[in-house]
């Protein structure tokens, strides 16, 4: 008898009686009883017994997680086998993503389950991140007392946690995913629990990591069959003799037999005499049902042995074996997959030899040990001529070799570094720009043995970013200069026109009249510098039509031989069938002269000043960043003078930038290529530059051919004619109004005035059966031109209006112009130009 019993401390014994009856003749009278304390025995018989349950359950979970290579079915039986022995109330199993190092919630059972499926654990996140970063077992009797517990979980299943026995899961040291179980109540798993879970892990890393490797070699043999079009696997039936019965039309073709030639032939002729005994050997197995897989290789028509990987499997009609079907495929691309993933050091080189981006490995000192195909292309450096040598020494410039030094220490004390930015050399001793993430390289021992960097090539974006820069800053620029040359000719309109008026009203002969010519030519000049900064801003061109460049280009070198010092050699050469451009002829002329002028400039001592132009054709892959595909005609002109540094031409275009202040007596604005860039811009076409100090420059422009016919040429200008219409002159300027008034009423028209858009409106509504024409401000407090045009056309919806503005035709005058005004007053003008203007709507 086995019996508990309370020690005099408080404890409990195990005792086991025996007991003897005590007899007196023949009768009992009483019981001996000896006991016996077994405590020990009992702790150790229990101990035995628990142990033969844990190796049983150990035993039950080998045995369940290795019978299969599916990871779902893998982790569904490990999370029954461990319920069965903690009986917990909730738990997951959380996989490591590679990628991201991430916990994934890859399987989980109890309450809300179905709510943390899928979700994610930044690396330490949580006490299931911090086992996995640390790769610890641990045991949390109340989460409640501990800091690493992540409650936002419980928010999301509504699961209280209160105790957590979480276990990592290791392969060879690395931790693979975490076994978390959890409870409600404090204080419920114990120490055994966790040297169960803890002897268990193992075998379950194992299996799961097994079941991953066989899913991604399952996923890329998947892969692998997708992408290898049209590839099909030789099909062979044999009878019990080994006589081929049939054949599918791949092995027919894969041997090179014609269809039904191999029927009736014996294996031995399609199998190379090396491979008979390993052949028959594997054949023998088949009448005792046994099939296989193996290799071998086969014998083409022409005597070609093609190895194949075979597989075999006895076929059977009423319990008799009647011959063997085999499947085989080439087996050399099989082989490729299979080395692909087992030797992950070929896969990589195969991956660095290929990428578009560079790879470079290297040591500590900075010497290059790894240059792959990428980097040549972006250093123009061989891998035979830079192997060995120091990153400092080749394509590390200067400026960044301490830079070079610090990060190259740091990947070797394990730190990796993302999209560092640096300027690099190439060995032509041109900057690249590249975008670099550097990593360091373990060996087995965890010790960083080489730095690898990875290189994108950024300098075509970089370059990119700078054109847009520069392109915002000049329309910046445009739209300052614009407004400066708007008001400019305000003023410059009433002195021009006053002065023309007063000309008009002068005979040939008074002795001021010549005072007056040098007051319009100086107002003329002015008005060309504004035109100037016009056409840099909006881009002035009135009107546009097929132009022979070939022509311009003569005309400006018929002008250049009367001016430019005979120092300097002008030669011009073009295309015999050079095509037309679309354009503004005098515009064009002028951006040849400004660019011919500049490189006059550019050479005081003297030089060769080459004009060129020819048809060119940009496809989409040789098209420049601005410009579309098609055919241009592509215009250079290039000098052999002192030439520019990048400072200058980073500023060449900019309007009054000028290196020629202080030459020629100080005449250089600084708009000369401000218009040229703007004149080739409003073309839709583009500019380059090329130039180096003291080896010369060359400015490249790309103009679009026209699809239309060159125009005939303009009649001769008709004789000024004045009239007896009213006429409504509106602008903001009493000095405008004036002298339109004036000039007007000396040609026989009668002249309204009105001060801005609301009063011009009040006195067309009231007087608009008289009004023949009103010659409109563009730009007027209260009421704007446009704004005004509109109001008049309600009234009359057949009114005749010329817009003024002294802004340039194009921008905001447009949208006027194409809503019915007849057309356009560039100020400042003379008497000529109104009267012309004027006479011309009038007269439609």
Known sequence: LEIRAAAKDGSFITLSLNSTPLRDRGQTVGLVVIGHDITDFKKAQQALEQGNLDLLFLNEVSQAVTSTLDLNEVLTKLMARINDVLGMEAASIMLVDESS??????????????WVKGLRLQPGQGIAGWVAQEGQTLLVPDVREDPRFYPEIDSLSGFVTRSVLCVPLKVKGRVVGVIEALNKAEGTFTSHDRRLMEAMAPTAAIAIENARLYQALREAKEFSESIVQGMTEGLLIEDEQGNITFVNPRTEDMLGYAPGELIGRHWTEIVPSDHHQQVSEELSKRPQGVASRYEAALLSKDGREIPVLISARPQF?????????????????????EMALVASHEKFRTIVEHSPAGIIGYDREGRIRYWNPACERIYG????????KTLYETIGSAAEHAKMREVIASIFEGEAFRFNEWADVAKDGSLRYVLASEVPLRDEQGQVQLALTTIIDVTERKQLEEQLRRSQKMEALGTLAGGIAHDFNNILGGILGYASFIRSQMAADDPFRGDVETIIRSTQRAAELTNQLLAFARGSR?????????ETVHE???LLERTVDRSIVIEPHLDGELAAVEGDPAQLQQMLLNLCLNARDAMPAGGCLAIEAQNMTLDATHALSDLKPGDYVHLSVSDTGIGMDAETLSHIFEPFFTTKREQAGGKHSGLGLAMVYSIARNHDGAIRVESEPGRG????VYLPVSTRPTAPPKPPLKALVGGIETILVVDDEEVIRDVARRILCAAGYTV??????????????????????????????????????????????QVRALLSSGYSQEGRAENILRSGVRGFLQKPYTVEEVLRKVRSVLDE
Not at 382 to 387: A, N, P
């Open 697 to 700: 420059s060359t400015f490249h």
């Open 542 to 550: 009135p009107e546009t039509r097929p132009v022979d460049l070939g």
């Open 556 to 558: 400006v070198v018929r």
């Open 101 to 114: 190092g991430e916990l994934v919630f890859a399987t989980a059972a109890g309450g809300g389950a179905e």
């Open 752 to 797: 309204l005035t009105a001060e801005n858009g609301v009063q011009a409106v009040e006195i067309f509504r009231q007087r608009h059966e008289e009004i023949g024409l009103v010659i409109l401000d563009m730009i007027m407090p209260q009421m704007s031109g446009e704004e005004a045009f509109a109001c008049l056309r309600e009234i009359d919806p």
């Open 317 to 337: 009609a009423a319990g008799q074996y009647i011959g063997t079907l085999s499947v085989f495929t080439d087996i050399t691309e099989r082989k490729q997959m």
């Open 381 to 388: 450096w061989r891998e035979d001529e830079i192997l060995g």
